[in-house]
Antibody
Framework: QVQLQESGPGLVKPSQTLSLTCTVSGGSISSGGYYWSWIRQHPGKGLEWIGYIYYSGSTYYNPSLKSRVTISVDTSKNQFSLKLSSVTAADTAVYYC????????????????WGRGTLVTVSS | QSVLTQPPSASGTPGQRVTISCSGSSSNIGSNTVNWYQQLPGTAPKLLIYSNNQRPSGVPDRFSGSKSGTSASLAISGLQSEDEADYYCAAWDDSLNGPDVVFGGGTKLTVL
């Protein structure tokens, strides 16, 4: 079955760029039909959508993070990535990657598969 | 401050029925379907309900969802100790820049 796994540095210095990768196994990102998303959860807090990408490269971002976020896809490696620039301590969170089912004609969207998450701490 | 409003906590005793509410507006719940996620302690969220009231394969029928207007509810019947978790609602929000994804702040369910 399809599985997602986040990877990347667990510690990032303030003002630097946070970079994470999500590797998809058991299925192809290029097969279509799904978007691929990043979601984060601040310690002890709720979930915050960061953005998502289609295999073709189409992206949608959370307006509150849009100026600092880039999500990209590498179909040859079956991976998609997150870059968040100019990080501060407020970006310390567990970052999850997830697969998104969307059917716009039915106003339908949901995250059906999630990675285990990776904690990223922003500190000098 | 989350776009969707959930009570921060809920509780019940084993066997009881518990409901968790999720309140939104015409741009999100009022015009899009609602999903619910269960997050057990120390784990990633898991899809519990999609399209307002549909259960993915493997989710017990003790869990049910409903939607009316700009509000949605998650009901758990026959409450069990393993249901103790955080529950989140989510939906698209039809903003000017295209559909954004919005979450509720989460409800911590305690089984007494």
């Amino acid at each position: 079955q399809v599985q997602l796994q986040e990877s990347g540095p667990g510690l990032v210095k303030p003002s630097q760029t946070l970079s994470l990768t999500c590797t998809v196994s058991g299925g192809s990102i290029s097969s279509g039909g799904y978007y691929w998303s990043w979601i984060r959860q601040h310690p002890g807090k709720g979930l915050e959508w960061i953005g998502y990408i289609y295999y073709s490269g189409s992206t949608y971002y959370n307006p509150s993070l849009k100026s600092r976020v880039t999500i990209s896809v590498d179909t040859s490696k079956n991976q998609f990535s997150l870059k968040l620039s100019s990080v501060t301590a407020a970006d310390t969170a567990v970052y999850y990657c997830a697969r998104v089912v969307t059917v716009p004609s039915e106003a339908l969207m949901y995250f059906d598969l999630w990675g285990r998450g990776t904690l990223v701490t922003v500190s000098s | 401050q989350s776009v969707l409003t959930q009570p921060p906590s809920a509780s019940g005793t084993p066997g009881q029925r518990v409901t968790i509410s999720c309140s939104g507006s015409s741009s999100n719940i009022g015009s899009n379907t609602v999903n619910w996620y269960q997050q057990l302690p120390g784990t990633a969220p898991k899809l519990l309900i999609y399209s307002n009231n549909q259960r993915p394969s493997g989710v017990p029928d003790r869990f049910s969802g409903s939607k009316s207007g700009t509000s949605a509810s998650l009901a758990i019947s026959g409450l069990q100790s393993e249901d103790e978790a955080d529950y989140y609602c989510a939906a698209w929000d039809d903003s000017l820049n295209g559909p954004d994804v919005v979450f509720g702040g989460g409800t911590k369910l305690t089984v007494l």
